[in-house]
């Protein structure tokens, strides 16, 4: 079994501040990770995944995410807020190659000129 | 085309009517899936084929929705006597096969409004 937890359904930030997005997971087996981007009206939009290869990701679009095992998160992150990245963020984890993704509710990020 | 291709992209229904959602996923894509997205919520999954046949159906809510994959390429997302709850947005994903590490990828979605 697998779920995950996206702490937070709206995030603001300050255009040029840091964003960051909160996921933990739990998984009965070692997880691959990803954190998926929608758009308005748009599809889903692979940002990053965490594969057991290493454990800090960069993804595009300047995002990166670390796998901390010990937390059970995998947290998203940006330096630097862009107005383009006004968007909703969905963490999701697969327990299992084959198997379906389980995703969290999503954090819907604003960003603030 | 190059991506997923999920038609229609709205399909606007009154209750108790019959429903087909139709997925093309990427060519060469063995494994399909259909999640479904509620408004507020996450993707939650449905349904998920290897080639024509599912592998596993777990997330279909109830007897009245069904999927198919024939030639194990375009498949349909069927729901009979559609109730109000079954709107929403339904999305498709596919994925080379079994090996990788997962990534799913996904089309822009059917949002069925059932009236």
């Known amino acids: 079994a697998q779920s995950v937890t996206q702490l937070g359904s709206h995030v603001s930030v300050s255009e040029g501040a840091l964003v960051l997005l909160r996921c933990n997971y739990s998984s009965s087996v070692p997880p691959y990770l990803f954190w998926y981007v929608q758009y308005p009206n748009q599809g889903l939009q692979l940002l990053l995944k965490?594969?057991?290869?290493?454990?800090l990701v960069k993804g595009i679009n300047g995002f990166e995410a670390e796998f901390k095992k010990s937390e059970t998160s995998f947290h998203l992150t940006k330096p630097s807020a862009h107005m383009s990245d006004a968007a909703e963020y969905f963490c999701?984890?697969?327990?299992?190659?084959?198997?379906?993704?389980?995703f969290g509710k999503g954090t819907k990020l604003s960003v603030i000129p | 085309g190059a991506g997923v291709s999920q038609t229609p992209s709205n399909k606007v229904t009154e209750k108790g009517k019959y429903v087909e959602l139709r997925c093309d996923p990427i060519s060469g894509h063995t494994a399909l899936y259909w999640y479904r997205q509620s408004l507020g919520q996450g993707p939650e999954f449905l349904i998920y084929?290897?080639?024509?046949?599912?592998?596993?159906d777990s997330g279909l809510p109830n007897d009245r929705f069904f999927a198919v994959r024939p030639e194990g390429s375009v498949s349909t997302l069927k729901i009979q006597r559609t109730e109000r709850g079954d709107s929403a947005v339904y999305l498709c994903a596919s994925r080379p096969g079994l090996a990788g590490s997962g990534e799913l990828f996904f089309g822009e979605g059917s949002r069925l409004t059932v009236l």
């Open positions: 999701a984890v697969s327990g299992q190659r084959g198997n379906q993704l389980t």
């Open positions: 965490y594969t057991s290869a290493a454990t």
């Open positions: 084929f290897q080639g024509t046949g599912a592998a596993d």
